[in-house]
């Protein structure tokens, strides 16, 4: 994928990046979508949702027994390598801000490790095909799986407090 042209206001990180380490991650399927190019995707699940662009969690075989616990109606977390991302901005200037702000107060796909992370609603789930249907999803077809975990409103939502 050829990453995307600058907007005005974005900046390169000054200093070089360090050179990656291996960190032992092996992806284990890939999301599914009717979207082919980044510019094609959704800002966020929000906008996945209200576009309907439902989505598929293709787990690869090995992986599959680790599926079991998983339920229609559940949440889930699905982290992605964002393969086809740029990796070396510092500042940003997305399509719907005036002007740039800094990687780590955005959500873009543009990071120094492109780990996507989606928040789904599991439709259906076949685990011996390793396959589960979601309601929304806002990456491109074929964007690798790196795993799954389950979302749970009684830690995973912000208290009041």
Known sequence: MTPPSRRP?????????PAAEDAGLVFIGRLRSAIHSPDQCPKNRRAALEAGIAGRVEVGTPFREALFGLNVGDHVFCLSWLHGASRDLALQKPRHLDAARGTFSLRSPVRPNPI????????????????????????VDGTPLLDIKPYY???????AT
Not at 9 to 17: A, H, K, M, N, Y
Not at 154 to 159: E, L, R
């Open 9 to 17: 206001g974005e900046l390169s990180f000054s200093s070089p990046l």
């Open 116 to 139: 996507g992370l989606h928040l789904a609603r599991i439709e259906a789930i076949d685990i011996e095909a390793g396959v589960i249907a979601i309601d929304a999803i806002d990456v």
């Open 153 to 159: 409103a009684s830690i995973d939502q912000p208290s």
